[in-house]
């Protein structure tokens, strides 16, 4: 009997558990990388719109008061809230902007929702105020403004000048009053081209006609604004009363010139924040700065030993490795200490065993400082020294109190 031997080829071999297993983590290695770029990449963006819409808060009452009051024949600055209400009124209520048209409640477009204004009025001469609006808790998007009253009675602005106030009332021509002239067109902005991830505002006000041949610059009310992170051309739709205008923008491809090494230091046990976004260096003229997206390797810092630690960055559409260097530190804090009595009561690293010590530095006592970081010890008048020690870790700087 013949025994018939069959080979087998090798394209009929099949794949291997370690090569299916390397293909699915080098996927996964990929697809964690593409949702952290995502993700960095969203949140850097909303920062942008927040700061874009508390520009566009800011500008769009300014913007609004200027236009009513250009014609204005009477002004009286208001120190309080009115309790009546005549004529026209602008005054801070609450962190909300209150505009009152002929005694009758009228909404500022697009700033009715906004109840974190600051708002206030100065005199500065018998025609002329200056009008400051900002955001509470930060005067970074404070917008001041100065405006000629064209049509002031010969008596002026109420007040001396340099009084300041939370508000003003005033009257206005009768031509205004009864309705004035009335817009008839506004103009979008002019197109604009801006380097990607360059922080972009969005134009506060357009171009408006009226009937009798006058223009004005009207605060505009945007549908959102521009994503500086994607190169390409938007187009962003705003509204002027009932007037839709555009604004067409072009974000234009920025390469990233450089990025320096990133040093930094963690108390040992403390949990490290990797950094990102990140600064880099664009190949702008002149160079500029942006913050960039990174996805560290590893993707945190081992602090549970001392040392220097490092990670590598990747960064979309940059060749070279960013270099963190983050040195651990087992240098324990100095300690606090408050004296009541023969009470004292030390405060300092969670776990840390807080020694006292007597004015001429000799021992007194010692006690573990709980979760809280503190600890109150009794009988301890002569104490007037203390300092923290725990196990791996090196002894804290002597606190005299």
């Known amino acids: 009997m013949r025994t018939v031997h069959k080979t087998r080829n090798s394209w009929e071999k099949g794949v291997t558990l370690i090569e299916i297993t390397i293909a699915l983590a080098l996927i996964g290695l990929v697809m964690a990388m593409v949702f952290s770029f995502n993700d960095t990449g969203a949140r850097v963006f909303k920062h942008s719109q927040i700061q874009v819409q508390n520009q566009a808060d800011v500008r769009i009452p300014i913007e609004f008061a ?23 009124e602008f005054y801070l209520h609450n962190g909300t902007i209150v505009h009152y048209k002929n005694g009758a409640l009228s909404a500022i477009p697009g700033v009715q929702t906004v109840t974190d204004y ?24 404070d917008v001041a403004t100065e405006i000629q009253v064209l049509n002031i009675v010969p008596a002026g602005i109420s007040g ?65 604004g521009v994503d500086t992170s994607v190169a390409g051309d938007v187009t962003i739709t705003g509204t002027v009363a009932t007037f839709t205008v555009h604004h067409h923008v072009t974000v234009t491809a920025t390469s990233i010139a450089s990025i320096a090494p990133i040093t930094d230091t963690v108390l040992m046990e403390e949990a490290y924040a990797m950094p990102n976004p990140i600064p880099a260096t664009m190949g702008t003229t002149p160079p500029s700065t942006q913050m960039v997206a990174v996805v560290w390797n590893p993707a945190s810092i081992d602090t549970s030993t001392p040392g220097s630690k490092t990670s590598e960055g990747t960064v979309a559409g940059y060749t070279p490795k960013v270099s963190l260097s983050v040195s651990v530190t087992n240098q324990l804090p100095a300690p606090s200490a408050s004296k009541s009595g023969g009470n004292v009561t030390v405060t300092g690293k969670p776990g840390a065993i807080a020694v006292l010590l007597k004015s001429n530095g000799s021992y007194l006592m010692e006690h573990v400082l709980d979760a809280g970081g503190s600890y109150t010890f009794t009988g301890a008048a002569s104490a007037g020294k203390v300092y923290l020690k725990k196990t791996g870790w090196t002894n804290s700087a002597t606190v005299a109190f």
């Open 66 to 88: 200027s236009k009513e009051l250009r014609v204005a024949d009477k002004v009286t600055i208001l120190t309080a809230e009115p309790s009546t209400h005549a004529d026209n």
């Open 160 to 224: 001396p000048v340099g009084t300041a106030a939370l508000g003003l009332r005033f009257t206005q021509t009768a031509a205004m009053s009864s309705g004035g002239p009335t817009l008839v067109s506004v103009d979008s902005p002019a197109d604009a081209t801006v380097p990607q991830y360059s922080a972009y505002m969005m134009p506060s006000t357009a171009v408006s006609h009226f009937s009798d041949g006058s223009t004005s610059y009207l605060p505009v009310l945007w549908s959102g």
């Open 118 to 141: 600051t708002f206030s009025v100065t005199k500065i001469a018998s025609d002329r105020l200056r009008i400051v609006v900002g955001k509470a808790g930060t005067s970074e998007y």
